[in-house]
């Protein structure tokens, strides 16, 4: 049954991708599936299937609406929010549009997922986003490469690697899946590392780089710290440290323990690039809707841009929609739209840790 009647609203269906002509979505329906406002009309409904003598009825399922915590499903919200301009369009990443979650990163497998623990009720029922998180968590943690990549970067020198070496590092794509191989990555004496990842007067049970302690670099050496460098505004600029030959990765080195490993990036081969940080398009502590005038109440913070991260250079050659795994941070996707070979864009389709539990 192909016949679309808005006017009367005879047949509702569900929120329509708008990123795309409603024409795709009209081609090939051979049966409705619509909302709960369809049963007042299922008398007229019979009637026009009764009338019409079909060889093969259509079927009608009728269903409530699936929310979403934290999330904006409403039509004309939506069309407010691409016409004013907050997001960049009916694929906008942080959208639930096919279109949108597509471009975010999110597979068909996940989604699937996600409606399998969902299920279909004649209830109207919401459910916590990040159910669809867990979803896309699993699906990507076995299939993905597992990358370096540094987003708020600070230069690490390690004085006592010779200047001119370069070495070219064995590295396993997911270790938790044979399958995809290795890689090599090139190590040198200036990397960039987290911010985050050195602190000169840390709090205890930090494990991590300050003055005097040592960490793995991943795949690599054990460094120590032995000074640092700051600008003349007090913020650290580099961090200096020694590393030990024996310690190399995968060497066998059994001489002493480090309770902490950071990853890292190779300062001259490194790939700039930008990195977009989405987070819920709506404040979770107010929730979706503003009570007093059904505004929507937004989330300032909903995107953060990081213009100038630094990855390792075997992303060279990735292509729209090809997503990965960057190590201790989170999955990430190639942004269909803005990114180019030549300048990178990456959207973060989810962090990796979450509080979520499956239910049983």
Known sequence: ???????????????????????????GITHSICTLEFEDHRPLYDWV????????????????KLYLTNVVTGKRYIRRLVEDGIVDGWDDPRLVSIAALRRRGFTPESIKMFMELCGVSKSQSSVDYAMLEYCIREDLK????????????????????PEDQVEYL???????????GYRKVPFCR?????????????????????????????HAYFVKCESFVKDENGKVMEVHCTYDPETKCGSGFT??????????????????????LYENLVDEEKGVYNKEDGSLNLNPNSLTVIKEAYLEPSFEGADAYD????????????????????????NRIVSLKSSFKLPK
């Open 1 to 27: 049954m192909t016949h679309h009647n808005t006017g009367d609203k005879w047949c509702i269906y569900p929120m329509y991708d708008f990123a795309h002509p409603i024409e795709d979505a009209v081609e």
């Open 142 to 161: 076995m299939k993905r490469p597992r990358m370096m990549a540094v987003l708020d970067p600070i230069k690490l020198v390690i004085d006592n690697y």
């Open 49 to 64: 299937v009764r009338e019409c003598e079909f060889e093969n009825k259509p079927r009608q399922i009728e269903f409530a």
């Open 170 to 180: 064995d590295v396993a794509n997911n270790l938790e899946n044979e399958e995809l």
């Open 255 to 276: 001489g002493r323990k480090v309770k902490g490993t950071i990853h890292w990036v190779p300062a001259p081969f490194a790939v700039k690039a930008e990195v977009r």
């Open 190 to 218: 200036e990397l960039y590392i987290e911010r985050e990842d050195f602190m000169e007067d840390p709090p205890k049970k930090y494990f991590r780089l300050f003055p005097g302690n040592e960490v793995r670099l991943m």
């Open 323 to 346: 997503s990965f795994q960057f190590v201790r941070n989170g999955y990430y996707c190639i942004d269909a739209k803005d990114s180019r070979p030549e300048a990178l864009v990456f």
